[in-house]
């Protein structure tokens, strides 16, 4: 069983930034992918970064590249997301994603979510 728990979130105005943290109850080194999603009301939720155990790789919405960075803290079993230069199109609630193969099965879990709210 991994635990996720967002923080970060808030009201911001457009240009500005936010820092995300997901703080995982497990080694984060035992996760296969970790990545953060934003669902706004009444849309699907979608990806906005992803990255991978080794932290080798990243994979970013078209949307966020150049704008966004995810990153992890392996000591403190933390994922980051950078958020700069928001938008209010952007704003939704954050969630955390974890996914994890344990004895050959895959396992995704979630956060509880955290609001961001990019005002005009």
């Known amino acids: 069983q991994v635990q996720l728990v967002e923080s970060g979130g808030g009201l911001v105005q457009t240009g500005g930034s936010l820092r995300l943290s997901c703080a995982a109850s497990v080694d984060i080194f035992s996760i296969d992918v970790m990545g953060w999603y934003h669902q706004a009301p009444g849309k699907p939720r979608e990806l906005v970064a992803a990255?991978?155990?080794?932290?080798?790789?990243?994979n970013y919405a078209d949307s966020v590249k150049g704008r966004f960075t995810i990153s992890k803290d392996v000591a403190k079993n933390t994922m980051y997301l950078q958020m700069n230069s928001l938008k209010p199109e952007e704003t939704a609630v954050y969630y955390c994603n974890a996914q994890r193969t344990w004895r050959g099965i895959s396992y995704d879990y979630w956060g509880q979510g955290t609001q961001v709210t990019v005002s005009s």
């Open positions: 990255i991978t155990a080794s932290g080798g790789s990243t």
